[in-house]
């Protein structure tokens, strides 16, 4: 076995995620080292190669073959590509002399796998520089394997290679990035600045934020982030305290367990938030969970109390039932001692509904829900109705709306525009119609709002309260996949919150 071979053994196949490994030299255009019974066919080697340097927009679309099999392309940029097929997955790292690719099962968790064999890659960048900081590396016989105690590198638990003290890292961090808007599959992990919390704002270290219809729009170059805001995705996020910008007031302190109401960031290893925009995890609770309550339920929770101002007894309609928001919104109507209706697109999404609470729900794919509500209310209709449809409802909703009901629209699922003859029938009701965003609005709104919802709705989230109130999280996606969440949310699949957790080196 040689020293390559030894390394791959020891940084990648001793961490139990990863399960086969090589390294290919691009200059030689051959494998140079692998483990052991891992043998890459030239011609999948060359492959490899031509895929960073001339076909990676083709590999984003069609995936790519490697050992007579095909896999999917999930995320891939200028250094990394990472695949997968039914069966297992596929990681193929860039330095300037190598190209790392690794394997492993379907069985195995992807992120961690990733993380091993990125780690792997950042060391033969950094010992390539030493070695020859004038240009690039010749061959693989140079690398001089027994310097690594010499220039401050050690073996984790993992028996990963990193670097004992490395200040370039330590104000770097992960985060989800898009370079123009797009597909999914435009969409990859990228390192960038840390951020460093201002006057007022707190530093969290991320465990898990979750994805919203906001993502979805802004990597489509359709709803850029408010002014000052970051730039990266993510609406809300769970993790821990790990600092103080100036001027705070001591609502929190380093180690907190705490969720974040945000107006962008979110999907990275660190974010900062101004300190009143943040609530404690509630007792009993994970942070996958955690990260499903800001932006939904806060969201909910100021279109009914702040905007729509329900009351007691009243019932309201509730689009997209099964949504993040519409799954917050049945739970907190029942709290209000009000009768939540929804509308969803399947019967298993309607079930989930009527778990959480809902009094009636009606699929509008294969029925009018306007007639359907109009029976279930005995003709006298509802009297607030929660709308991220837009345009096309627009007929339906003012059928079922009572006479001074409050018709509030917070979203475009449909489009804006409206034919007919709206304001007559909106004023034959004398309904009013609301439109409310919660991204945009001020740091003082948002503290006020986060204040409320903090003394009234978040100690029912803790265990053991009655009534009881419960996140619902769909599934969990590691940030490396996080094209693939994307895909799920657009294509209308997920039944509650997509939660993305962070790597867990942050």
């Not at 399947?346 to 778990?355: D, H, I, P, R």
Request: proline share 4%; net charge positive; aromatic share 8%.
């Amino acid at each position: 076995m040689n020293e390559l071979q030894a390394l791959l053994n020891d940084a990648l196949l001793r961490t139990k995620h990863v399960e086969n490994a090589a390294i290919i030299d691009i200059k030689q255009q051959k494998v140079c080292a692998s483990t052991s019974g891992f043998n890459v066919p030239s011609d999948d080697a060359l492959n490899l190669i031509y895929a960073f340097h001339q076909n990676l927009l083709q590999v984003r679309r069609g995936g790519l073959f490697f050992k007579e099999k095909r896999y999917k392309c999930l995320r891939a940029d200028n250094h990394s590509i990472y695949l997968q097929n039914p069966d297992r997955g596929l990681i193929v790292v860039k330095t300037k002399t190598y190209i790392l690719v690794a394997t492993y099962r379907g069985d195995m968790y992807p992120s961690v796998c990733v993380e091993a064999v990125e780690k792997l890659a950042d060391f033969f960048r950094e010992e390539g520089k030493r070695q020859h900081p004038g240009g690039q590396r010749e061959g693989c016989s140079s690398f001089d394997f027994a310097r690594r105690e010499e220039v401050g590198y050690h073996s984790t638990s993992q028996q990963l290679l990193v670097p004992k003290s490395d200040k370039r890292r330590s104000n770097k961090m992960l985060a989800a990035y898009f370079e123009c808007p797009g597909g999914p599959e435009n969409l990859y992990v990228k390192e960038v600045t840390k951020p460093h919390p201002g006057e007022g704002e707190v530093l969290v270290r991320v465990s898990a934020s979750a994805l919203n219809r906001a993502d979805l729009l802004q990597r489509r170059g359709k709803y850029p982030p408010p002014k000052g805001a970051s730039d990266i995705l993510g609406l809300e996020a769970a993790g821990s305290v790990v600092g103080l910008g100036p001027g705070c007031k001591g609502r929190w302190k380093i180690g907190d367990a705490v969720m974040a109401l945000l107006s962008g960031g979110g999907q990275a290893e660190y974010v900062t938030a101004p300190e009143g925009h943040l609530m404690p995890v509630p007792r009993g609770m994970t942070l996958v969970q955690a990260a499903a309550i800001p932006e939904a339920w806060l969201t909910a929770f100021q279109l009914l109390h702040f905007v729509g101002k329900v009351e007691k007894g009243e019932r309201v309609l509730i689009h997209a039932g099964a949504s993040g928001v519409g799954l917050a919104a049945i739970q907190l109507v029942r709290l209000a001692k009000a009768i939540p209706i929804v509308t969803a697109g399947t019967q298993e999404k309607l079930k989930v509904t009527a778990n959480a609470g809902a009094a009636a729900g009606f699929n509008y794919k294969n029925e009018d829900f306007s007639e359907k509500v109009l029976a279930f209310t005995q003709g006298s209709g509802v009297d607030l109705i929660l709308d991220c449809v837009g345009g096309s409802y627009w007929e339906k909703n003012l059928a079922c709306l009572s006479t001074d009901g409050r018709w509030i629209v917070y979203g475009l699922l449909s489009g804006g525009e409206v034919h007919g003859d709206l304001f007559a029938r909106l004023l034959s009701k004398r309904a009013s119609i609301h439109t409310s965003l919660l991204r945009s609005r001020d740091k003082e709104y948002k503290e006020r709002l986060v204040k409320a919802f903090t003394e009234e709705v978040l100690p029912h989230f803790s265990e053991g309260t009655s009534p009881h109130l419960q996140p619902i999280v769909d599934s969990v996606y590691s940030l490396h996949e996080i094209a693939e969440a994307h895909r799920v949310m657009e294509e209308n699949k997920n039944i509650g919150k997509i939660i993305i957790k962070m790597p867990a080196s942050s």
